[in-house]
């Protein structure tokens, strides 16, 4: 379920139930700038927007904050914009952080100058495969896969891709390209989302020898050059000062950039105490797009996440609650006894893993409190 934080009192239900839209992200695939990027962990537009009317019914928009603390590729963020909201999120994936951040540049960017981009990439890189220049961008040298992410031939057409958009000068529109790239690479790779990503082969599929990079690519952004003009036709009486920030940062950060009773509403999808890599599906994202440079920046941003993951504090020293309550603390002691002949694979990791996600929930209420 997703987290509301609604403005009434929590002891005092409100007066009528209250219908929302299918939360499921699935109705986001349709929908003009949320459809820019493929997304297994997230919540519908509908079900954000529901919940501004619902809990922000008499409220001057550009006077209220909303927040998305696990702000993902920024459905409450856009959602929050549209409606006039000033809107602030945080997320710790780079690649997350970039989709968010250029759906809330869609509103500004330059048509004209995107528009000219667009037909320049096109008729500079239309035949990348037998192009005669060696391309400037490289293989990223800490990427590993267990079969070639993209053939031989679709990798020279990424490489000369990658490093014509690394040219680009306008920092709104590098950003543009580069979540376009983000979001079709796959499709021309050997991986595929079932949903989580994995290779062709392993799924049944035949893997994948060639590919028309350069159409695939112009068609996205053509498709989001008309969203970002849908989308600027929409939001032209709204105020030039809205606040839209994306921080890159860890919502435990946010003293740092939030004062005291800063936010009016609170709309997220947070993860879930499910085991579920969330940087998996992006990880060959975040290698080709030079968001990181080898495991050791993925690992950092898994030990900084909310939750973590199982791996990442299975065969640490125990974790125990850094609060009281005796039920949990129950239910905890008797997973930690469970299986233990099987070491960091029976109870005593997942005990530890299920401690520090309770102990990040107690941290995030404190901060969401604040």
Not at 135 to 152: C, E, L, W, Y
Not at 175 to 201: C, Q
Request: hydrophobic fraction near 40%.
């Amino acid at each position: 379920m997703e987290l509301v934080l609604p403005l009434y009192d929590t002891e005092t239900p409100p007066e009528k139930d209250v219908v929302f839209k299918d939360p499921a992200f699935t109705e986001n695939r349709t929908e003009a700038i949320h459809r820019w990027i493929p997304w297994i962990a997230g919540f519908s537009a509908g079900f954000a927007a529901d919940c501004l009317r619902e809990y922000l019914p008499d409220v001057a928009p550009e006077t209220a904050v909303v927040l998305d603390p696990f702000a993902g590729v920024g459905t409450t963020l856009l959602e929050a914009y549209r409606h006039g909201f000033n809107t602030v999120g945080f997320e710790i994936n780079p690649y997350a952080a970039l989709a968010a951040r250029a759906k809330m540049e869609a509103g500004e960017i330059s048509l004209p100058l995107l528009e000219f981009w667009l037909r320049i990439f096109q008729a500079a890189l239309r035949d990348l495969e037998n192009a005669p220049f060696p391309p400037p961008a490289v293989v990223p040298p800490g990427f590993r896969s267990r079969i070639p992410f993209f053939s031989k031939p679709i990798e020279t057409q990424v490489l000369n891709v990658l490093a014509f958009i690394r040219g680009l000068a306008d920092p709104k529109l590098r950003d543009l390209f580069l979540v376009a790239f983000g979001s079709v690479m796959v499709k021309f790779s050997n991986y595929t989302y079932e949903p989580s990503l994995t290779s062709r082969p392993g799924s049944g599929k035949p893997l994948i020898a060639t590919a028309d990079v350069v159409g695939i690519l112009a068609a996205k952004l053509a498709q989001m050059a008309q969203d970002c003009r849908a989308l600027q036709k929409e939001v032209e009486e709204l105020s030039p000062n809205l606040r839209r920030s994306v921080i890159q940062d860890s919502i435990f950060s946010a003293s740092e950039y939030l004062p005291d009773g800063s936010i009016d509403l609170a709309i997220t999808s947070p993860p879930y105490l499910n085991n579920y890599h969330y940087i998996r599906n992006t990880r060959p994202h975040l290698f080709w797009l030079e968001m990181i440079e080898d495991t050791t920046g993925l690992r950092q941003i898994e030990e900084a996440s909310f939750g973590k993951f199982w791996q990442t504090v299975r065969d640490g020293e125990r974790i125990d609650l850094a609060f009281s309550l005796p039920d949990l603390e129950a239910v905890l002691d008797r997973l930690r006894k469970t299986n233990t002949a099987k070491g960091i694979y029976g109870g005593e990791g997942w005990a530890n893993y299920a401690a520090q996600y309770f102990n990040d929930t107690d941290r995030l209420c404190a901060v969401m409190q604040r």
